[in-house]
Nanobody, 118 residues
């Protein structure tokens, strides 16, 4: 069973930065897409950023220019660098992996909490 383990969440003031990591228990070459989702308090889960095995990326509009997703294939790890954080970025952040280029994600991490104070 594939395991995804997130880390790097925490409490930060608005304008600050955090870097989230997602370590996979197997080579991430086996996943066409890896992504970061978040669940803001009282809201549904939303896609934040995703990266394909070829390195192409896409971002939720509200994080463009502030967040950067990257992958280190040698370390089987995906990162989410979050800069200029805003209170509305608060939520539980989940890492997901999908073997196909479309459809539902196959695997999820347990989530890491990000709180941005104003």
């Amino acid at each position: 069973q594939v395991q995804l383990v997130e880390s790097g969440g925490g409490l930060v003031q608005a304008g600050g930065s955090l870097r989230l990591s997602c370590a996979a228990s197997e080579t991430i070459f086996g996943f066409n897409t890896m992504g970061w989702y978040r669940r803001p308090p009282g809201k549904q889960r939303e896609l934040v950023a995703a990266i394909s095995v070829a390195g192409s990326t896409n971002y939720f509009d509200s994080v463009k220019g502030r967040f950067t997703i990257s992958r280190d294939n040698a370390k089987n790890t995906v990162y989410l660098q979050m800069n200029s954080l805003k209170p509305e970025d608060t939520g539980v952040y989940y890492c997901g992996a999908r073997r196909m280029s479309y459809g539902q994600y196959d695997y999820w991490g347990q989530g890491t909490q990000v709180i941005v104070s104003s």
